[in-house]
């Protein structure tokens, strides 16, 4: 099993900044890929971005792309999401996930954590 535990979510206005973090234990593995999934009230689990363990290929969501920046510390098995620029429509639970193969879909990963609040204000 492999528990992944958010944090830095919060409260903050329209074009602010939050860096969340997911710090990854139990059977760890450095070839998980991670990622970020948020939902936001009344709507379905969405994919935000992804990465590969070494770090060298990301995913990003349209969305999202050219605001946030999604990177990771294999030796603190720790990922995180740098997110700039924010909107009133990034206002969401944000989700840890983990899998061996990556993907976009909710249903392709293994593993989550409890998730983050991320309200924007406008």
């Known amino acids: 099993q492999v528990q992944l535990v958010e944090s830095g979510g919060g409260l903050v206005q329209a074009g602010g900044s939050l860096r969340l973090s997911c710090a990854a234990s139990?059977?760890?593995?450095?070839?998980?890929?991670m990622a970020w999934f948020r939902q936001a009230p009344g709507k379905e689990r969405e994919f935000v971005a992804a990465?590969?363990?070494?770090?060298?290929?990301?995913n990003y969501a349209d969305s999202v792309k050219g605001r946030f920046t999604i990177s990771r510390d294999n030796a603190k098995n720790t990922v995180f999401l740098q997110m700039n620029s924010l909107k009133s429509e990034d206002t969401a639970v944000y989700y840890c996930?983990?899998?061996?193969?990556?993907?976009?879909?909710?249903?392709?990963?293994?593993?989550w954590g409890q998730g983050t609040q991320v309200t924007v204000s406008s």
């Open positions: 990465i590969t363990w070494s770090g060298r290929i990301t």
């Open positions: 139990g059977r760890t593995r450095i070839s998980h890929v």
């Open positions: 996930a983990a899998n061996l193969a990556g993907g976009t879909r909710k249903s392709d990963y293994d593993y």
